[in-house]
DNA sequence: CCAGGTTTGTCAAAGGTTTGTCAAGGGTCT
DNA sequence: AGACCCTTGACAAACCTTTGACAAACCTGG
């Protein structure tokens, strides 16, 4: 239980703001001392500090508020991420499954334009986070099939990926305004080339506000420990996409805790399972993900 | 649910059209508080991000605007491709050596904001092929100086060339449509990383109107050879940036004008020089280099 | 190639709404 | 006593609204 002037410093939003949001949007209603002060709890501090993401990154605050008020945002409380927008509002449009059948056969048939426009309408399903959890990472997945069984040519394995790496870093670079406090820095381990998720999660982290610097496939093991170094650095996620990447992952995250024990260091990917001791294993939902690295304190 | 200034922020499109699109074509309908302040969702950015795209290429917004209402946001061809804009004097501007200097800066103390500041003031300065060659080209070799001195360390260097990435990937996906006719591959050979010259060409002949298919780095020749035998293909162009990815480019080179002796095999960058007899060496204008290319018949 | 009409981006005016912040007047806590 | 908190009311800046207009760019017929 906090006062409203400690609520203040660990929400980060100004005391006469908390006021004037708890008169205006009901977003918190904290409990009263008998003489009426306010006081606050760690599910309202966290609702306060997701209320203030999402006015920093452009949200209106009236918009702000309902969306939370309604779990639309995650104001989950604490470390146990949770009450992320379901994918299975996009997993079960019926839409999806054709879609992804219309992007392979434009890649198979190396037509960008087709290729392009199928993302076009995968990413006006939903939001950005959910349709990358729901449609396009699982179809990301059957593009790797098509292309492992001959269905797909390498070169329209290419084409596509490229395409989705567009449309990726427009969303990347969408999500800018503030992005304040301490760098998150996401990349790939030395020799590690598969980006995209990455790059997706990287998205996911910049919407949340966080401050991410995306610094991409292939990043030498003493390149990631100056990086964390030289600048105030939060955290660092490794993307482990392939078996191949397993060694040169678990060697730099081991490297990164040694040298900087007060960082975060994370991994996500398929292969990110037991890199070294202390390395946190994100969940393949970029959503989760993005909320796990914003909550955890290393 | 955004209000419309971030609504403009996320989609490209100003203030002003956003409302002038609204009210002559309906491309989207946003929601409207009860004060009648305009909300928008997800899929109408989505929609709007689509739109900008297609008027960017050429098309009239009254037929993009037909063209997404149909869903069919990619399929006709626009009007006629409107005349290049000529390069001019993008260079004698005075503001681009202090450009340079702040991306140096920016890339040298990792900061993502600065970074993207300066690219945007330096795509403000003209038409894109002409900031292209005249500035952000002759900027990243500076980068890879300072790199070299270690006055930037190579986490700025990355940081730095993942935004030029999102920035050209941006501009390539805004040259969509308008795009038929048989294709031109554009790419780097096995082994070839640096890309963002190949991006950069690729996209000044997508905006000529060329069926561009963008296979990025590190194409096994094998790869190249099947590219262009699958599908009517124009061209293919290589991409040579360093030294080093001068064998495997002239092999894949060679094997091209081999295999497939009807098209045009080009290559481009510092090291583009002397590949195999029959290889025709681009100018590093990429306006200049794009030119050639729809002029040239193999 | 030129005149006349249409399309389209952008702007301004006039006016309402939202929101952060502050101040006044007064109570509570240590 | 001094630091902290309360409510209420207020205000300016920022933001939004519509309507109308205009110049540049584009198209079409002559």
Do not use: C, N
């Not at 990154?57 to 008020?69: E, L, V």
């Not at 309604?70 to 499954?97: C, W």
């Not at 996911?204 to 990086?227: E, F, H, N, T």
């Amino acid at each position: 239980m906090y006062t409203i002037k400690e609520a203040s410093s660990r929400s980060g939003v100004p005391v006469a703001s908390l006021r004037a949001w708890e008169r205006r949007y009901g977003v918190v209603t904290p409990r009263r001392t008998e003489s009426g002060y306010r006081l606050y709890d760690d599910a309202a501090i966290a609702a306060l500090s997701t209320m203030r993401r999402l006015v920093d990154s452009g949200w209106s605050p009236a918009a702000a508020a309902t969306a939370i008020a309604s779990g639309q945002a995650t104001s989950e409380p604490g470390p146990t991420s949770a009450a992320l927008p379901q994918a299975s509002s996009v997993t079960t449009h019926p839409e999806t499954a054709a879609l992804t059948e219309a992007l392979l056969e434009a890649a198979s048939a190396v037509d960008v334009a087709a290729i392009e426009s199928a993302l076009d309408r995968g990413f006006a399903l939903g939001p950005f986070e959910t349709v990358v959890d729901a449609w396009l990472m699982p179809a990301l997945r059957e593009l790797g099939e098509a292309w492992a069984d001959g269905r797909v040519d390498v070169v329209g394995e290419h084409a596509a990926s490229y395409a989705v790496m567009r449309r990726l870093s427009q969303a990347f670079a969408a999500a800018a305004s503030l992005t304040r406090g301490p760098r998150v820095v996401v990349g790939l381990p030395s020799g590690a080339h598969h980006e995209l998720g990455a790059l997706a999660f990287a998205t996911a982290a910049r919407r949340r506000g966080l401050a991410v610097v995306y610094v991409g496939a292939d990043l030498p093991a003493d390149s990631w420990r100056r990086a964390v170094r030289a600048f105030p650095t939060r955290a660092a996620v490794l993307a482990v996409p392939t078996d191949d990447d397993r060694t040169a992952a678990s060697r730099t995250a081991a490297e990164l805790l040694e040298s900087s024990p007060g960082i975060l260091v994370a991994a996500g990917g398929d292969y990110a399972d037991d890199l070294a001791p202390g390395v946190v294993r994100l969940p393949s939902s970029i959503a989760q993900a993005a909320a796990l690295v914003e909550e955890t304190q290393a």
